[in-house]
């Protein structure tokens, strides 16, 4: 018989309803921060600003994230980690940009 109400996803993470926000930077020498440590089931609300001359994309494809990010341009982006570990950001072609940690308490 069946304990749980709910499927499993595997993960045992649920989304906890708490949003955290994030202030990240693009320059020529990269993105700042270069790390990004974040809550597995909180809704990470990352606002991220190129202020380098050339466009740039951030890119996490295990969480659905792809955005571009024109020269000056100030964007925001929300995605909800259920899973922890290390993803890389890329850029467009698929080189690193930085490191998502996803971990602690939820």
């Known amino acids: 018989s069946s304990i ?7 993960t045992g993470i649920q989304p906890t309803g708490k949003t955290r926000y994030y202030t990240m930077t693009i320059t020529k020498d990269g993105y700042a921060p270069e790390v990004l ?10 606002t991220l600003t190129n202020a380098d001359s050339t466009q740039h994309a ?3 494809k295990e969480f659905q994230v792809d955005y571009a990010v024109k020269i000056g341009e100030t964007i925001t982006m929300t995605f909800t980690p259920l899973v922890k570990g290390e993803f890389t950001w890329t ?6 940009a930085g490191t998502l940690i996803v971990g602690g308490e939820t």
């Open 4 to 10: 749980g109400s709910q499927p499993s996803t595997g």
């Open 91 to 96: 850029e467009r072609d698929g080189s690193k």
């Open 58 to 60: 951030f890119i996490i």
């Open 37 to 46: 440590t974040v809550s597995p089931g909180d809704r990470a609300k990352i």
